[in-house]
């Protein structure tokens, strides 16, 4: 069965409390409730996992080498910043989609770089928690046509 790791970042923890006008009300147990249905429905295994710590998200991309087929990235503000977890998805050659529950292109200036855009098959952003069930047909289709 196709597996997926979905990662979360810094402050996904708080989702449904922390500034729910640009993040809605759903929290992040509600998503990965979602994610493990919609999964379990598309034929794929999923995982998730959040952390505030860079190095923890590090870490779990490097262990996703060999156990997952591809990830889903949430990285929060780490996306506009960290060069190190460009370079650990770089290394790992696992297909990730980027995700944001907002639109980061119609907001702040500095939320508009991204430094995993470069090392991701794709971005999704704006669509708040559907994003993640949109990332997993993204993932699924790409896997899908790699293997065949």
Known sequence: MTSILVLNG???????QRQPEVYGTTTLADIEAACATYAKASGLSVTCAQSNHEGALID???????????????????????IAL???IASVELPVVELHLSNIHARESFRHKSYIAPV????ICGFGA??????????KAHLDRSTA
């Open 120 to 123: 991701a098959i794709g971005q």
């Open 130 to 139: 559907d994003g993640y069930l949109l990332a997993l047909d993204a993932l």
């Open 60 to 82: 779990a991309i490097h262990a996703a080498k060999g156990v997952h087929d591809g990830i889903i990235l949430n990285a929060g503000a780490y996306t506009h910043s960290s």
């Open 10 to 16: 810094p402050n996904l923890n708080l989702l449904g």
């Open 86 to 88: 460009m370079d650990a």
